[in-house]
Nanobody, 123 residues
Framework: QVQLVESGGGLVQAGGSLRLSCAAS????????MGWFRQAPGLEREFVAA????????NYADSVKGRFTITRDNAKNTVYLQMNSLKPEDTAVYYC????????????????WGQGTQVTVSS
């Protein structure tokens, strides 16, 4: 069992930055591919970014490429999402998740979800 707790959300002006963190419990963190997702009101949850077990490989949704960076620290059981050049359309609840592979995570097939953290970008 893995428990995921996100933090770092908040209100920011367009063009600003935020860094989200997701702390995982348990000693198996490094065995999971980790991902970030988001869900805006009235819309379906969508994939944002994923990172491989070692942290060497990443994958991003086209809408965030060049602006968001996903990293992980296996020693701290934590995955991060650095969000720069934020836009009002980035407003959503952001969730982290643990899964088996980049391919499954991209398709929203995950093993564990966090509870989410709200990100609001004002124009």
């Amino acid at each position: 069992q893995v428990q995921l707790v996100e933090s770092g959300g908040g209100l920011v002006q367009a063009g600003g930055s935020l860094r989200l963190s997701c702390a995982a419990s348990g000693r198996t963190f490094s065995s999971y591919v980790m991902g970030w997702f988001r869900q805006a009101p009235g819309l379906e949850r969508e994939f944002v970014a994923a990172v491989t077990r070692s942290g060497q490989g990443t994958n991003y949704a086209d809408s965030v490429k060049g602006r968001f960076t996903i990293t992980r620290d296996n020693a701290k059981n934590t995955v991060y999402l650095q969000m720069n050049s934020l836009k009002p359309e980035d407003t959503a609840v952001y969730y982290c998740a643990a899964g088996a592979s980049i391919a499954t995570i991209v398709n929203l097939s995950v093993d564990y979800w966090g509870q989410g953290t709200q990100v609001t970008v004002s124009s």
